[in-house]
């Protein structure tokens, strides 16, 4: 049974460029969140996704957004890279939206800013 | 302002020692409290999982103890191994109803030989 996974592994990206990170949730999970981790630092949250819609959102501007597929599987988009994008980029996995379930993270996408 | 402060920041100790992580928090209303472990540049592992009616919940040599009244978590971990070495994150668990998980900025645990 895979457990969540992620791709790239590594990202290396230039100011003002866009990305896109790719997560497939663990099987048979049907949520999916985001999170940004810098370096030294816990955990941010972004958003989280259930049902194909964004259902909760954390401080991030505009330039972060996300679709989750029919399959569950989620991608991540930044828009204008900035410096300070520079970050692991975390994905979780739940069975359930809510707070009661379990969230399961992939390995992370590391990306560099320069 | 919900927050969630972890200490110490640092921590350094021998194979086979003991070791207590804190956890304070004044994230209100409370649902639960989890624990996790994170090996540099890989994904969170959950450790332990407590409600606000649970007051100690183990895994192996991880236990971990909560104090709903003061909001204080602590996690002990017993005879700790090279393995252990890693960064360790409370997470607490906002209202029931909406998503809202707030995390410490991790102890950084280091075992040595």
């Known amino acids: 049974d895979a457990g969540v996974t992620q791709s790239p592994t590594h990202l290396i990206k230039t100011r003002g460029q866009q990305v896109t990170l790719r997560c497939s949730p663990k099987?048979?999970?049907?949520?999916v969140s985001w999170y940004q981790q810098a370096l030294g630092q816990g955990p941010q949250f972004i958003f989280q996704?259930?049902?194909?819609?964004?259902?909760q959102r954390g401080n991030f501007p505009d330039r972060f957004s996300g679709h989750q597929f029919p399959n569950y599987s989620s991608e991540l988009n930044v828009n204008a890279l900035l410096l300070g994008d520079s970050a692991l980029y975390l994905c979780?996995?739940?069975?359930?939206?809510?707070?009661?379930?379990?969230?399961?993270f992939g390995p992370g996408t590391r990306l560099t800013v320069t | 302002k919900n927050q969630v402060e972890q200490s110490p920041q640092s921590l350094i100790i021998l194979e086979g020692k003991n070791c207590t992580l804190q956890?304070?928090?004044?994230?209100?209303?409370?649902?639960?409290l989890r624990w996790y472990k994170q090996d540099t540049g890989r994904g969170p592992v959950s450790l332990t999982i407590?409600?606000?009616?649970?007051n100690t919940k183990s895994n192996g040599r991880y236990t971990a103890t909560l104090d709903a009244d003061t909001k204080q978590s602590s996690l002990h971990i017993t005879a700790s191994q090279l393995s252990d070495s890693a960064s360790y994150i409370c997470?607490?668990?906002?209202?029931?109803?909406?998503?809202?998980?707030?995390f410490g900025t991790g102890t950084r645990l280091k075992v040595l030989a």
């Open positions: 979780a996995s739940s069975l359930g939206f809510g707070l009661d379930y379990e969230q399961y």
């Open positions: 099987s048979g999970h049907d949520t």
């Open positions: 996704y259930y049902e194909e819609e964004e259902r």
């Open positions: 956890c304070n928090y004044t994230v209100s209303p409370f649902s639960n």
């Open positions: 407590m409600t606000f009616s649970e």
């Open positions: 997470v607490v668990s906002g209202a029931p109803g909406t998503y809202k998980y707030i």
